[in-house]
């Protein structure tokens, strides 16, 4: 497949992947810092793949599972 009919989806910035876990920024960066949260480091920034967010998410759940109706 040609590079350039691969779509890529952007990386959202901290206050977007804040929003999207229902945090706090500050939390975001301290949970970061302690490698809980799967995020990349370009230069000073941090930045969020929301899918791996989404399954981050979904891998940490606890409880029973509940199938979707």
């Not at 691969?6 to 949970?31: C, H, T």
């Not at 930045?47 to 891998?59: H, N, V």
Request: charged share 25%.
């Amino acid at each position: 497949m040609p590079v350039s009919s691969v779509k890529v989806q952007p990386l959202g910035d901290v206050r977007e992947a804040a929003e999207f876990l229902g945090r706090s920024i500050n939390s975001m960066y301290l949970d970061c810092r302690a490698g809980l949260i799967p995020h990349y480091r370009i230069g000073h920034s941090l930045r969020f793949d929301m899918d791996e967010l989404k399954a981050w998410l979904e891998s940490n759940r606890g409880g029973p599972k509940v199938d979707a109706p």
